[in-house]
Every structure is written in structure tokens, then in C-alpha cells.
Nanobody, 125 residues
């Protein structure tokens, strides 16, 4: 059984930085993608970013491009989302999701197989 665990969320002032982590366990890794999504209270869940595990190719939604950066550590089976220049609009619960065995950088959450429990990010003005 695949398990995803997010960490690194918290409270930050606007302009600050946070780094979210998503550790994956439960199966041997080969070709797959990892996506980040977020959902604020009363709003729809939205795509944030995605990364291909083996190739390292990335995709970012326009509102975070230039501020957020994805990376991965193969030895630790962990994906990181570095979030800089945070804005109050970034406040949401952030979820990581895995898509096995696909390598497509999908923006549709329905294409992902497994989801983490989420980590809260709150940005104050």
C-alpha cells in the first residue's frame, strides 16, 4: 500500500518562505509523477505543481511560477516544494498526490492514484 505524508506547513508572514515535504513509501519507485494541490476553505481544490520522479521535469500553475520550486531526493523518496515570497492568497491546505505508473505531468487531480492527508499553510498579511 502506497502512503504519502506531507510536512513543513505552518504560519508565515507575507514575503516569507516555507518548504513542504512529501515522503512516499509502500512500493518500489520507477516511473511516476508527484503533484501538489491546495484547497482553501470555501474554494475549489486547485493544481499547484507537478514533477516527474525520474526525469525531474516540472510544471507550475501561473500564480506560483517564479516563487515555488519543486525538487526531489531519490535516496529519501521525498519531494520538496520550496515556497518563497508567500502571499496571503497562498493560504490553504496543501496536498501531495502520486500518479503510478504514469509520467505525465497532469494538472487534473482525478488522474492521481494516491493522496496525502494534507498540511496547513497560513500566510498572514
Amino acid at each position: 500500500q502506497v502512503m504519502l505524508v506531507e510536512s513543513g506547513g505552518g504560519l508565515m508572514q507575507a514575503g516569507g518562505s516555507l518548504r513542504l515535504s512529501c515522503a512516499v513509501s509502500g512500493r518500489s519507485f520507477s516511473s511516476f509523477t508527484m503533484g501538489w494541490f491546495r484547497q482553501a476553505p470555501g474554494k475549489e481544490r486547485e493544481f499547484v505543481a507537478a514533477i516527474n520522479w525520474r526525469g525531474g521535469m516540472t510544471d507550475y500553475t501561473g500564480s506560483v511560477k517564479g516563487r515555488f520550486t519543486l525538487s526531489r531526493d531519490n535516496a529519501k523518496n521525498t519531494v520538496y516544494l520550496q515556497m518563497n515570497s508567500l502571499k496571503p492568497e497562498d493560504t490553504a491546505i496543501y496536498y501531495c498526490a502520486a500518479n503510478f505508473p504514469e509520467s505525465r505531468l497532469a494538472r487534473n487531480g482525478a488522474e492521481y492514484n494516491y493522496w496525502g492527508q494534507g498540511t496547513q499553510v497560513t500566510v498572514s498579511s
